[in-house]
């Protein structure tokens, strides 16, 4: 069983850019796919970007397309999130998470059975 921890959030202007990580331990990330998910306050966990076991596929919410790239070093069992020109609508507690499934495109929180217990970050205007 795979253990993941997010790193990497804090306070940023509107603009600005940050870099998120997610550690793994327990497993390699090289058996799963992995992605980021964030929640606001009230609001339901959104997707929010997914890559593929080698790196080669990814996919993103329109919400976060042009500005957020993720990314994988299956060598240092880590995943990452750079975000750029963030907004205050970007403020949430961001989680990654993995499954050891494949052949489909995954983008609900359902199909993620392993999960970080999130970092912070927020946009201010």
């Known amino acids: 069983q795979v253990q993941l921890v997010e790193s990497g959030g804090g306070l940023v202007q509107t603009g600005g850019s940050l870099r998120l990580s997610c550690a793994a331990s327990g497993r390699t990330i090289s058996s799963y796919a992995m992605a980021w998910f964030r929640q606001a306050p009230g609001r339901e966990r959104e997707f929010v970007t997914t890559i593929t076991r080698s790196g080669s596929t990814t996919f993103y919410a329109d919400s976060v397309k042009g500005r957020f790239t993720i990314s994988r070093d299956n060598a240092k069992n880590t995943m990452y999130l750079h975000m750029n020109s963030l907004k205050p609508e970007d403020t949430a507690v961001y989680y990654c998470?993995?499954?050891?499934?494949?052949?489909?495109?995954?983008?609900?929180?359902?199909?993620?059975?392993?999960w970080g217990p999130g970092t912070q970050v927020t946009v201010s205007s």
């Open positions: 998470a993995a499954s050891g499934a494949g052949g489909f495109l995954m983008v609900r929180p359902t199909h993620f059975p392993y």
